[in-house]
């Protein structure tokens, strides 16, 4: 049974399980959405675990899992009202990529071409009361797309090759395809740091790569709250998030 996890009098403690799947407007509603979590965990298990939906819900995890050897796309984090001297920002990096350290659907997502200050300091000055993540643009996103790689239980289930997203823009799915061998040690070393900081195996996870200036394959974001994960194009999987599900159910 479906319910929105805003739903006024959803009754989830009758529930045995909650999945967490398409909750994609908490964004507006952040606070209300992190006392949900902590409320219906207190009512029946919640898929992911609630510590770990928590953690993900702001982008400075990437910081985190650079710091145990995750190669990620070059981050760096700014304080709420905090702008950087943009004239070193574009000299370093070049074309930029400005987003919300908590966002969901590319909100607030967008691509300043190289010594666009204008665009930058109206961005920064847009969001000025959140933490914004300052990325290098990468061009294979636009070239090659990103390579999604869904994990189900740990193991890799399928991957996709979405187009890059910006704010206002839908999801631009190019379909499934197989990922590189390095593609896929990137993802599992993803899970297992995430694993080692206190996190377990996520039932579900998508672990978003692209491919760097550098030439190799670097995490983008790794979403384990709300992401597509493409069951259309991957019917089986659906079956084996339930397992995954069921098991998380008897560990209690």
Same mark, same amino acid.
């Given at each position: ?14 529930? %045995? ?5 398409? @909750? ?25 675990? $609630?510590? @770990? ?9 990437? &910081? ?14 700014? *304080? ?8 070193? +920002?574009?000299?370093? /990096? ?10 969901? !659907?590319?909100? !607030? ?5 190289? !010594?666009?200050?204008? &665009? *930058?300091?109206?961005?920064? #000055? ?14 294979? +996103?636009?070239?090659?797309?990103? @390579? ?6 740990? *193991?890799?289930? /399928?991957?996709?090759?979405?187009? #890059? ?14 990922? @590189?061998?390095?593609?896929?040690? +990137?993802? /599992? ?13 996520? *039932? ?22 709300? $992401? ?14 339930? %397992? ?9």
């Amino acid at each position: 049974m479906a319910h929105a996890w805003d739903e006024a009098d959803a009754a989830w403690s009758e529930h %045995d399980v909650v999945l967490v799947r398409s @909750t994609w407007d908490y964004v507006a509603k952040l606070p209300r959405f992190r006392r949900w979590i902590e409320a219906t965990s207190h009512a029946t298990v919640v898929v992911n675990a $609630p510590g @770990t939906l928590q953690w993900n819900l702001h982008k400075g995890y990437l &910081l985190e899992l650079e710091a145990h050897g995750v190669p990620i796309v070059p981050t760096a984090l700014l *304080a709420p009202g905090v702008a950087p001297d943009w004239d070193g +920002v574009f000299s370093r /990096h070049g074309e930029l990529v400005l987003k919300p350290a908590e966002s969901a !659907g590319s909100f !607030g997502t967008v691509r300043v071409r190289m !010594g666009d200050h204008a &665009l *930058a300091l109206a961005h920064r #000055a847009e969001h000025a009361d959140r933490d914004l993540l300052v990325q290098p643009f990468l061009p294979s +996103v636009i070239d090659r797309g990103e @390579t999604n790689l869904v994990m189900i239980h740990g *193991a890799f289930s /399928h991957a996709v090759r979405k187009g #890059a997203r910006w704010a206002g823009q839908p999801e631009q799915s190019r379909g499934l395809v197989e990922p @590189t061998a390095e593609e896929l040690d +990137v993802a /599992h070393h993803v899970l297992k740091v995430t694993h080692q900081l206190g996190h377990g195996v996520p *039932a579900y996870a998508r672990v978003d790569l692209a491919i760097g200036r550098c030439g190799r394959p670097l995490l983008m974001e790794l979403e384990l709250v709300e $992401p597509s994960l493409f069951l259309d194009r991957a019917p089986s999987a659906a079956d084996r998030l339930l %397992d995954a599900v069921a098991d998380r159910v008897a560990a209690g």
